[in-house]
């Protein structure tokens, strides 16, 4: 009865255990777009305020999951990484943090923050997505932009900027670090679009 006892015991803890240890489930990685250049100072401030409106994107990249294509006209998302953000709600404050840095404008981000504004830069995303259809592969990044006068409610200024990274390596954290060198150059192309622009125009 002795040994019966304690082999029930041993089943009843073996088996509680099982019941009340955590469930094992696949983990998902998210990964952050967060790299801005180093900082583009302009030669003179201007007494301008500049809202940065949120980025928009097509529906394909409006979206956490992680873009990438192997073949032409294809596209898939990486089951187990996905981004931490939007891409477009994470480039949106990188944008302003990059303007900011250049000490050109008086106030430059959101409506909330800007209040009057003299004009607008809107932005769209055309592209984010690793490409292993080539060797190498390549992230690729492709944003265009517009500025927008307030007073007249005319676009000034447009451009479309195009960069592709390199993947050194065959892991979709190596597209995430091509991403983010990518989205470094973009956005010091950027800066220097609106401070020529405005600089012609104020």
């Known amino acids: 009865m002795k040994h019966l006892l ?6 009843f803890l073996l088996s509680a255990c099982s019941v009340f240890s955590p469930i094992k489930t696949e983990t998902t990685t998210s990964y952050l777009i967060n790299t801005t250049p180093q900082p583009l100072t302009a030669r003179a401030s201007h007494r301008l305020n500049l809202l940065v409106t949120q980025p928009e994107a097509d529906s394909i990249y409006n979206t956490t999951g992680i873009a990438y294509t192997t073949k032409p006209h294809q596209i898939g998302y990486f089951v187990k990484s996905t981004w931490a953000e939007v891409p477009t709600q994470m480039l949106h404050p990188l944008i302003i943090q990059t303007l900011r840095k250049t000490h050109f404008f008086h106030r430059v981000g959101t ?13 769209q995303l055309i592209q984010l997505q690793q490409d292993y259809s080539q060797l190498p592969p390549a992230a690729y990044l492709i944003l265009n932009a517009e500025i927008v006068k307030a007073s007249t409610n005319q676009v000034i200024a447009s451009h479309e900027f195009v960069i592709h990274e390199m993947i050194r390596q065959n892991s979709t ?7 983010n060198r990518a989205t470094a150059i973009i956005l010091n192309q950027l800066a220097v679009f609106c401070l020529k622009t405005l600089q012609r125009s104020s």
């Open 6 to 11: 304690i082999l029930l015991v041993g089943l």
């Open 111 to 123: 409506l909330s923050s800007v209040g009057h504004y003299d004009y607008l830069l809107n932005t």
């Open 173 to 179: 954290y190596s597209g995430v670090i091509a991403t």
